[in-house]
C-alpha cells in the first residue's frame, strides 16, 4: 500500500496550532499522535512571585472563551488554601456567573464549531446560507450568555469583578431582573437547540471511557464538589496529586494527563451527564428524553447533544438564582491571607480544571500547578482516533481527513486562545 500524507491547512474550527499523523501499515493503525506545536506559554512560572490579589485577574487571560471557568478555580483553590468560605449568597452569584460562560461556550461550540462537521460545511457562514434561523438563534441564546457574564462578571470577556473571598462588585436584583425574560427565552431556545442537534446523523462509535468530573451533593456541578469517576473514583480535591499525573510527550509541548496507574480518562459533557444526570433540572432531563437520550451516553459524538441539554440547564438554573436572588450584605467576605497550599476543580465547559497554588506568609505564590481539560483529553483524543480509524482504513482519503477532524471536534479542544489551522498526516506503507 502506498504512503499518502493529508494536509488540512487552517482548519479554523478548532483553537490553537496541532497537527495529527496517522500511520497504516498492513492494515492496521499503528501509531496515532495528536502534535501540539505552539511555544509553552508559562503562566504558572508568570504567577511565582505574584500577590494572591493578582492571580484571578491574570489566569483570566489563559482564554477569552472561558476566562470564568480559570477566576472560579483560581479564587477557590487561594480561598482554600487560606480557610475562607464565601456565603450561600455569593456562592450562587457564582454559579450564576458560570451559567453565562456555560450558555455563550456551548452555543459557540454546537452551532459554529461542530454542527458544520455533521451537515458537511466548510463552517457557519456557508451552513447559515441554508439554515439562516438556526443560526441567528444560536447567536442570541450565546448573546444572553454573553449579557450574563458583562452584568455579574462587569464585562464579557476577561470579567474584572471576581476576587478571592467574593466579589468586587455584586448586582441588585433589580439589575438581574431584565435577564429574566431573556433566559426564559433563552432557555426554549436551547430546547430547540438539542432537537436540531438530535437530528443529526451520528456515526455508530461508542467508547467504554472512565468519565471524571465533579460530584456534588444536590447540584449539576459548577464550582464545588468531590471528584469523581464512573470507576470507583471518589476524592476530595486535596487528593487530585496523588490519582492523577501530567506527562511530558516528544510530540507534543502540551503536557498529557492519566489516572496514576490506569491510563487516560475522559473530562466535559459527557463525562458530567454520565456522572450527574440525576442533577440536570426536570425540564432538562425531558430534553435529554426528547433528543433520545438517557441518563447515560457513550457516543462522543452526541456530546453536541449533551452540550444543548447543558445549556438548556446553565438557563434554566440562572433562572432559578435570579428569581431567589438577594443581594449579599457584603460582596466579599473577611479573611487574613495565610500560608498555604490551597487546591480547587471547577467544570470549565469543555471540562474539569485543576489549579493548585502554594503561598508564602506574605501572599505571595511560591509556585501554581493548572491543569486545563484539554491537558487532560489528549491521550483519550489519541485513543478515540485509533478506534475510529481502525475500522475505516480503507475510507477515501478526503472522507477519512474529514472524519478524524471531527473526532477531534468532539472534544471542543482548546489548544490555545488563538485560532489556526491542524494538519494532518496519514502514512501508509
Not at 44 to 56: K, N, P, Q, T
Not at 107 to 122: E, K, N
Request: aromatic fraction near 10%; include cysteine.
Amino acid at each position: 500500500m502506498s504512503s499518502r500524507t493529508i494536509k488540512v491547512d487552517m482548519l479554523a474550527r478548532v483553537e490553537g496550532e496541532g497537527g495529527l499523523t496517522v500511520k497504516v501499515k498492513d492494515g492496521k493503525v499503528t501509531d496515532v499522535k495528536f502534535t501540539i506545536f505552539e511555544p509553552p506559554r508559562f503562566f504558572e512560572a508568570f504567577l511565582r512571585g505574584r500577590s494572591y490579589d493578582e492571580v484571578v485577574d491574570i489566569v483570566a487571560r489563559i482564554c477569552g472563551i472561558c476566562p470564568v471557568a480559570y477566576q472560579m478555580s483560581a479564587a477557590h483553590a487561594i480561598e482554600d488554601a487560606f480557610g475562607v468560605t464565601v456565603s450561600e449568597e455569593l456562592r450562587q452569584l457564582r454559579r450564576l456567573l458560570y451559567c453565562g460562560e456555560w450558555i455563550e461556550s456551548h452555543m459557540l461550540h454546537v452551532f459554529f464549531l461542530h454542527a458544520p462537521d455533521f451537515l458537511g460545511y466548510q463552517d457557519a457562514i456557508a451552513m447559515a446560507r441554508d439554515h439562516l434561523p438556526v443560526v441567528q438563534r444560536a447567536l442570541r441564546i450565546k448573546k444572553t450568555g454573553n449579557d450574563l457574564v458583562a452584568l455579574v462578571g462587569g464585562r464579557e470577556i476577561h470579567p474584572v469583578s471576581v476576587r478571592v473571598g467574593g466579589f468586587y462588585k455584586v448586582p441588585t436584583k433589580a439589575e438581574l431582573a431584565p435577564l429574566g425574560e431573556k433566559l426564559k427565552w433563552a432557555r426554549d431556545a436551547a430546547i430547540e437547540a438539542v432537537m436540531f442537534t438530535a437530528g443529526l446523523p451520528f456515526p455508530d462509535f461508542e467508547r467504554d471511557y472512565e468519565y471524571v468530573a465533579l460530584r456534588h451533593s444536590h447540584d449539576y456541578p459548577f464550582n464545588q464538589g468531590r471528584l469523581a469517576s464512573n470507576r470507583g473514583l471518589d476524592i476530595s480535591i486535596r487528593e487530585y496529586d496523588q490519582n492523577f499525573e501530567e506527562q511530558h510527550v516528544a510530540h507534543s509541548t502540551a503536557l498529557h494527563s492519566i489516572r496514576t496507574g490506569r491510563g487516560p480518562y475522559l473530562v466535559g459533557p459527557l463525562a458530567r451527564y454520565n456522572l450527574n444526570y440525576d442533577r440536570l433540572s426536570p425540564i432538562a432531563r425531558e430534553a435529554a428524553a426528547r433528543a433520545g437520550l438517557g441518563p447515560t451516553c457513550h457516543n462522543p459524538f452526541k456530546s453536541i447533544i449533551v452540550r444543548a441539554v447543558e445549556t438548556v440547564y446553565a438557563a434554566d438554573e440562572a433562572l432559578r438564582i435570579i428569581e431567589s436572588y438577594e443581594k449579599p450584605a457584603k460582596a466579599v467576605v473577611d479573611f487574613r491571607p495565610a500560608p498555604g497550599v490551597g487546591y480547587a476543580c471547577t467544570e470549565a465547559p469543555r471540562g474539569t480544571l485543576f489549579h493548585r497554588y502554594r503561598i508564602n506568609p506574605r501572599g505571595q505564590v511560591l509556585d501554581a500547578k493548572i491543569v486545563p481539560p484539554t491537558s487532560q483529553n489528549l491521550k483519550m483524543m489519541e485513543a478515540d482516533l485509533r478506534a475510529f480509524v481502525t475500522p475505516r482504513i480503507e475510507t477515501p482519503v478526503d472522507a477519512l481527513t474529514w472524519q478524524c477532524e471531527q473526532v477531534l471536534r468532539n472534544y471542543d479542544p482548546c489548544i490555545s486562545c488563538a485560532t489556526h489551522f491542524l494538519r494532518l498526516n496519514v502514512e501508509r506503507e
